[in-house]
């Protein structure tokens, strides 16, 4: 889900905002240039089209978001403010760069249903975007280390890494779909 350590490493909420932000744009050109065939073709090889890869993201966005949620919730009230330090593990950049080299299959519950439009999952994560913006003064001041909740693969990461693995996930997508389009030709 991440290309190396240096991308993963933020100082603050504003770095990891402005990172997503980045990578969501890159996503959006991307598919602004596809046609419906590039969109909903599933070359030999491949278990998702273009379509299904962007529900996926759209998916795991919506769950990254509620987890998020869920973990600043409870450090709020337990009353934990933060020190404006944004901490990821040593561990969660090593898993990221171990993932980075891996094929992973997705869980059941992320796992597209094939029914779903490039607009309809372009929605669901600009929903997200709305979400996590209001979410953004949560993040910057509520001490968000002590509580986490786990990843099938990195473990238990709080809800600053949670972020923080938004944008290494939907990077790895970006390039998951650039393959498959190399391959329709």
């Known amino acids: ?8 490493k933020y100082e603050t909420i504003e770095q990891i905002y402005l990172g997503n932000s980045k990578v969501r744009g890159r996503l959006k050109s991307l598919l602004s240039t596809l046609t419906d065939d590039q969109i909903s073709a599933r070359p ?7 379509a299904d890869i962007v529900e996926h993201i759209a998916m795991v966005d919506e769950g990254a978001v509620k987890i998020c949620a869920k973990l600043l919730k409870k450090a709020e009230e337990a009353g934990n403010v933060s020190d404006g330090k944004v901490t990821i593990s040593d561990e969660f950049l090593q898993k990221g760069v171990e993932i980075a080299a891996m094929k992973v299959e997705a869980p059941s519950f992320v796992r597209p249903s094939g029914q ?3 607009s309809e999952s372009l929605a669901r994560l600009d929903e997200s975007d709305a979400r996590l913006a ?14 986490k909740f786990p990843h ?4 238990d990461i709080t809800a600053h890494e ?16 650039q393959n498959v389009l190399d391959k329709v030709g």
Do not use: C, Y
């Open 116 to 118: 779903k439009t490039i």
């Open 162 to 177: 949670w972020l923080a693995l938004k944008g290494g996930h939907e990077m790895r997508h970006i390039k998951q779909i």
């Open 152 to 155: 099938p693969f990195f473990g």
């Open 1 to 8: 889900m991440i290309v190396d350590r240096k991308n993963m």
């Open 44 to 50: 030999e090889g491949e278990k998702w089209s273009v």
């Open 134 to 147: 209001e979410m953004r003064g949560q993040f910057e001041s509520v001490g968000a280390t002590e509580f």
